[in-house]
């Protein structure tokens, strides 16, 4: 948060304790749209404000924003290479030092972005826009429709998935994006994919859709609004979805079942780097964390310091 007097940097740091599950670890006030974790030492959350948290391996620490417009997704390519996007376009880029916007050729909200390698990228967002990054810029290509694009996930240069509103789902074939039948009309929020024969797809209702390289089907739904908006494939026997009211979600390979969080507020963004070790982002800023039985680390807040300009 900043003004033209002073800004505030939060701190979260490391508390050990004896029991696992998804536990609170702090609290920045600025809504959180996403994260990517490379590792469990290095990783970034983004969201309202502009907003962006670096994780070190023990603490969430604020990072000079070049932006002050909503960021929505981020994706971390290496511990220099880092992109974000967000409302009206917005395009930041890490380079190991700082956060740099880059030329955008939309003024789109962007809610998407994925890599296959550094040199190629692609983001998506508001009314379908498709953007493709090669050769060290970002330009737009047509799309296929005109529904919003809310999530993407690349596996290879010629194998690609993105999901939105009523129900879209695209692959992408190395040349274009080919329509999939959906098995459903639901609003997805966002797709993962463990290969190009496993993936999951999530979105309002409580639906999880799941695809076996042929074709998607659903394999969770509820019966109430409450939607899922985030969803990270560790394995193919071990998924997690988070969504709204604190809703976190776990498939063990045979069932998707509740897993107890400490919050009700919407939770947007959820990445393991590791299995049973793991970060959940959402509405408030709110941080928290998964971890086995032995190694769990709750909330603590390590430190609030007012920095002087």
Same mark, same amino acid.
């Given at each position: 948060?900043?003004?033209?007097?002073?800004?505030?940097?939060?701190?979260?740091?490391?508390?050990?304790?004896?029991?696992?599950?998804?536990?609170?670890?702090?609290?920045? /006030?600025?809504?959180?749209?996403?994260?990517?974790?490379? =590792?469990? =030492?290095?990783?970034?959350?983004?969201?309202?404000?502009?907003? $962006?948290?670096?994780?070190?391996?023990?603490?969430?620490?604020?990072?000079?924003?070049?932006?002050?417009?909503?960021?929505?997704?981020?994706?971390?390519?290496?511990?220099? #290479?880092?992109? !974000?996007?967000?409302?009206?376009?917005? $395009?930041? *880029?890490? #380079?190991?030092? %700082?956060?740099?916007?880059?030329?955008?050729?939309?003024? &789109?909200?962007?809610?998407?972005?994925?890599?296959?390698? !550094?040199?190629?990228?692609?983001?998506? /967002? %508001?009314?379908?826009?498709?953007?493709?990054?090669? /050769?060290?810029?970002?330009?737009?290509?047509?799309?296929?429709?005109?529904?919003?694009? %809310?999530?993407?996930?690349?596996?290879?240069?010629?194998?690609? @998935?993105?999901?939105? &509103? !009523?129900?879209?789902?695209?692959?992408?074939?190395?040349?274009?994006?080919?329509?999939?039948?959906?098995?459903?009309? *639901?609003?997805?929020?966002?797709?993962?994919?463990?290969?190009?024969?496993?993936?999951?797809?999530?979105? !309002?209702?409580?639906?999880?859709? *799941?695809?076996? /390289?042929?074709? @998607?089907?659903?394999? #969770?739904?509820?019966?109430?609004?409450?939607?899922? $908006?985030?969803?990270?494939? $560790?394995?193919?026997?071990?998924?997690?979805?988070?969504?709204?009211?604190?809703?976190?979600?776990?498939?063990?390979?045979?069932?998707?079942?509740?897993?107890?969080?400490?919050?009700?507020?919407?939770? %947007?963004?959820?990445?393991?780097?590791?299995?049973?070790?793991?970060?959940?982002?959402?509405?408030?800023?709110?941080?928290?964390?998964?971890?086995?039985?032995?190694?769990?680390?709750?909330?603590?807040?390590?430190?609030?310091?007012?920095?002087?300009?």
């Amino acid at each position: 948060m900043k003004s033209a007097f002073f800004c505030i940097l939060l701190v979260f740091t490391v508390a050990g304790a004896a029991f696992g599950g998804w536990h609170m670890w702090g609290m920045t /006030g600025n809504h959180l749209n996403d994260i990517d974790l490379l =590792s469990g =030492s290095h990783g970034w959350a983004v969201g309202a404000g502009g907003v $962006i948290l670096r994780f070190d391996g023990s603490s969430w620490r604020s990072v000079t924003s070049p932006t002050t417009r909503d960021l929505n997704a981020v994706k971390a390519l290496s511990t220099t #290479n880092a992109w !974000a996007v967000g409302h009206s376009g917005t $395009i930041i *880029r890490w #380079n190991g030092t %700082r956060w740099r916007t880059v030329a955008s050729p939309t003024e &789109n909200h962007l809610y998407s972005v994925d890599f296959v390698t !550094a040199g190629n990228g692609w983001a998506g /967002g %508001r009314n379908g826009v498709l953007l493709r990054y090669t /050769g060290g810029s970002w330009a737009s290509v047509g799309s296929p429709t005109s529904r919003h694009v %809310r999530g993407m996930d690349l596996v290879t240069a010629g194998a690609g @998935w993105f999901v939105g &509103n !009523a129900g879209t789902i695209y692959r992408y074939n190395g040349t274009n994006w080919l329509s999939q039948t959906s098995p459903t009309g *639901r609003d997805f929020n966002d797709v993962a994919m463990y290969s190009t024969t496993v993936g999951f797809a999530v979105g !309002a209702y409580e639906t999880v859709c *799941r695809y076996n /390289g042929t074709r @998607w089907t659903i394999v #969770n739904q509820g019966a109430v609004i409450t939607p899922l $908006i985030a969803v990270c494939v $560790i394995s193919p026997t071990d998924v997690w979805a988070v969504g709204a009211q604190g809703l976190a979600l776990h498939y063990n390979g045979s069932s998707w079942l509740p897993g107890s969080t400490p919050v009700t507020l919407e939770l %947007r963004g959820v990445d393991f780097p590791a299995p049973l070790s793991g970060w959940a982002v959402g509405e408030g800023g709110c941080i928290l964390r998964y971890q086995s039985e032995t190694t769990v680390t709750p909330a603590s807040l390590g430190g609030v310091k007012a920095l002087f300009r």
